[in-house]
């Protein structure tokens, strides 16, 4: 297989579901309207070089790429817009409900970085986090393991979902105020424990065959494993893959998934991203309950399970995190972390009045 860099356009999202979510899209903004527009045009097959409907884009894609571009990312954010520029929207639909806060951590909170032991966030973004747990229930869900994406949060009234959510902990009992819910103080669960000892092993082995590649490193993250390659050159990437794959033969109760510049090794039980989703609303007491609107932020493709969870919900938002079109089930975007802070900034204005900042 091939790998596509993260900034490549993958696909065009389906138009959203009608009827799984809480309210009819926001009108449709000039620019984009007027691309759509454009390649409904209709123009005489009589006319020297004419076009007929749909064929429009493809011409124009060959003939100016950019603007092409231009125009696939007007109407992939006509599907998905800007949740900062759409906030009221948010807002109102979240209105009197309790607000549940999901976010992923690298490339949502943190910037991606070429070593990923360096992706640190903010102090800026560390403090959007706190004031936002102050208001809602909130939970980072990683693919890391969780003790270190705890490092690199360091806010100890967050509920943590690490490795993708198959090993999860509740706020420290003295700093956790919104667990009253369902009376439970600590939430703690760990879906893969019996595979911890295959996962070392494989660990080792992955460690060991990649010394042979430049660039790849294998981080263990307790209960899956994730091999970089952000640093190895283009032409290895398949080398990488192959390696992995090799190994990954004698292990058919492990499985391979892929995100960012990275090959992800995790047991192949259900559970994902999505499932630790539905695991801490319950835990929290919210399962099945009308009035709970969770927001989930993230920017990775194991994020979609859970974007998934609240389609199929019908409750809440998913919020993606990208600068290009993809291929998703969220309904809003945000280009990066730092319109990332200024929406969890916002989520607390004062000048909310009676919003989402005053529920429960
Ligand atoms: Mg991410």
Excluded at 147 to 163: C, H, I, P, Q, W
Aim: glycine fraction near 8%; aromatic fraction near 8%.
């Amino acid at each position: 297989m091939t790998f596509s860099t993260d900034e490549a356009v993958t696909a065009v999202a389906a138009p959203a579901q009608a009827g799984l979510h809480f309210t009819p899209f926001p009108p449709t903004k000039g620019a984009a309207r007027d691309c759509k527009k454009l390649a409904a045009v209709h123009v005489d097959r009589a006319t020297p070089g004419s076009i007929v409907g749909g064929s429009l884009f493809e011409t124009m894609k060959a003939s100016s790429p950019r603007r092409a571009a231009d125009a696939e990312h007007g109407d992939w954010m006509e599907k998905h817009p800007s949740a900062l520029t759409w906030f009221e929207a948010v807002l109102g639909a979240a209105k009197g409900k309790q607000i549940v806060m999901f976010l992923d951590y690298d490339g949502t909170l943190s910037p991606i970085v070429e070593d990923p032991d360096r992706a640190v966030m903010s102090e800026e973004m560390r403090d959007a986090v706190r004031r936002v747990a102050e208001h809602f229930p909130t939970a980072i869900v990683s693919g890391r393991c969780r003790d270190k994406v705890f490092n690199f949060v360091k806010l100890r009234e967050l509920y943590y979902a690490g490795s993708h959510g198959m090993d999860i902990e509740g706020p420290a009992k003295q700093s956790n105020k919104h667990v009253q819910a369902n009376g439970e103080e600590v939430v703690h669960y760990q879906a893969g424990r019996e595979f911890l000892p295959v996962i070392e092993e494989v660990y080792r082995t992955l460690t060991a065959r990649m010394e042979a590649i430049a660039g790849a490193r294998v981080e263990h993250n307790k209960y899956c494993l994730s091999v970089h390659f952000r640093c190895v050159q283009e032409e290895e990437w398949n080398a990488v893959e192959e390696e992995v794959r090799s190994v990954l033969k004698e292990y058919p109760h492990l499985k391979l998934t892929h995100g960012r510049k990275v090959l992800e090794i995790r047991p192949s039980i259900k559970w994902d991203k999505g499932k630790a989703l539905e695991f801490l609303l319950e835990s929290l007491g919210y399962a099945g309950r009308s009035d709970v609107f969770p927001i989930y932020i993230g920017d990775d493709r194991t994020d979609e399970d859970a974007f998934k969870v609240l389609r199929g919900m019908g409750q809440g938002i998913g919020i993606l995190v990208s600068k290009f079109p993809k291929e998703t089930a969220a309904s809003y975007s945000l280009r990066d972390p730092v319109e990332v802070k200024e929406f969890l900034g916002k989520m607390v204005e004062p000048t909310n009045g009676d919003g989402p900042v005053k529920a429960a």
